[in-house]
């Protein structure tokens, strides 16, 4: 899908989309507890679609309506027979379901397209490994079977805080008690803490013993309940970023207390704002591409932790680069850092690239109402924010797509 942008300023208020990350972590407490759930504000976003998958998959029974889901869980130890797990293209589903699925002794797949089957995995394997368990790759597919059993886990903590958060859905379910240790700098350390604060509304405790460690008692029980899902910083972002661009936009619904790690959205645009400022975004990566965005239309800045950038949707930052430098934008992408130098900006002479990337797709929107473009690949949003552009609209964004 492609869709064009025309120069303009935006204005008017506009509610903050409900959190992907809290979504997908209340909607599995719900499929792994007894009796029935309901979780509201829930955007069926493709990410969202496919942790509802793999939560039909597992066996729980699921409603879906307008804008909440309504889900009897089951017990994964509980399955009898090989399922196959369609995780789409969410490597947070994916990341999430393969010890929930080791909890049952069958073998059982996972399957997904686009970038999901290049996505890096090598913790699974190494600790099926440690452990005795069956992990396979092939074709795109992943395979494992066993019995995921309580005990001692180490992992690096400067990895996906994703293999955390699964380890944390499953273990609690296992007889004994057991640890996780992170060892080196933990990055994107407040997604781990948004999964054990969502696991203990459904009544499953897990607790930092130290810096490093956490600590997850055996043999609990998830239970059921209702609860609504906070409005995303993530997201909101690109929403709020407009104002540092002459728009007029106010975000409501955002729980000023929230424990997401974007959050800190707010103060990094300040900063952009007010100078040329070094953000470290180890501990919120999926900002990067709008604090880059932003910083090429103000006054430059460097971006630290940039590393993981590369095992996103896309290489992020070389196709930031590329993208924004179509603007004029001056750029130098290293291992671990992104300088954004300032430089003059102006209108883009080629048709804009969304390789495949909900977050590129939404920053170069942003950047589109200074200048106007046209972004090919847009339906990447559908991936987070699937209304995204009708929101825009809205707010008076003048918005041509391919169904227009």
């Known amino acids: 899908m492609k869709v064009k942008i025309e120069k303009g300023f935006l204005r008017g208020e506009i509610n903050a989309p409900p959190s992907k990350s809290m979504a997908h972590r209340l909607l599995i407490c719900a499929g792994l507890s007894e009796g029935e759930s309901i979780i509201k504000n829930v955007a069926f976003s493709e990410d969202i679609l496919a942790t509802l ?29 090989s399922r196959i ?47 005795g368990l069956h992990f396979g790759r092939s074709e795109g597919k992943i395979s494992v079977k066993g019995k ?20 944390l859905f499953a273990l609690p379910l296992c007889e004994g008690d057991s640890r996780i240790k992170l060892t080196g700098k933990t990055e994107s350390r407040s997604y781990i803490d948004m999964t054990v604060s969502a696991m203990k509304k459904f009544g499953v405790l897990s607790e930092w013993e130290d810096e490093s460690t956490l600590y997850i008692k055996g043999s609990q029980k998830y239970l059921g309940g209702d609860y609504s899902v906070e409005g995303d910083c ?48 180890s501990d919120c990566p999926d900002l990067a591409p709008i ?62 690239r969304g390789h495949n990337d909900h977050r590129v797709v939404m920053s170069l929107s942003v950047i589109a109402t200074l200048y106007g473009g ?19 609209s809205e707010l008076g964004a003048v918005v041509y797509t391919d169904d227009d």
């Open 148 to 167: 995921l059993t309580a005990g001692d886990y180490t992992l690096r903590g400067d990895v996906s805080s994703q293999f955390v958060s699964g380890l």
């Open 291 to 352: 604090l880059m965005t932003l910083a090429c239309a103000l006054n430059g800045a460097t971006l630290t932790g940039t590393a993981r950038l590369k095992i996103k949707e896309s290489d992020r930052g070389t196709v930031m680069k590329e993208e924004l430098s179509e603007f004029g934008a001056d750029i130098e992408v290293k291992e671990n850092e992104i300088i954004i130098n300032s430089s003059p900006l102006h209108k883009s002479n080629r048709l804009l």
């Open 234 to 281: 993530s997201n909101s972002a690109f929403l709020d970023a407009f104002n540092y661009l002459g728009s007029e936009v106010t975000v409501k619904g955002l729980n000023e207390s929230t424990i997401q790690g974007d959050r800190v959205y707010k103060e990094y645009f300040k900063r952009l704002y007010e100078g040329t400022p070094v953000l470290d975004v």
């Open 374 to 392: 046209e972004i090919e690949g847009a339906e990447a949003v559908r991936k987070s924010y699937p209304d995204f552009f009708a929101r825009l």
């Open 85 to 131: 797990f369609p995780a789409r293209e969410s490597g947070s589903t994916l990341r999430f379901f393969i010890p929930i699925a080791l909890l049952s002794e069958c073998e059982h797949k996972f399957t997904g397209y686009g970038r999901l089957p290049e996505r890096p995995m090598e913790i699974y394997e190494r600790l099926c490994e440690e452990k």
């Open 53 to 81: 998958d793999c939560l039909k998959a597992m066996g729980a029974e699921t409603v879906i309506g307008e804008d909440f889901v309504k889900i009897k869980g089951i017990s994964p130890s509980e399955i009898t027979e």
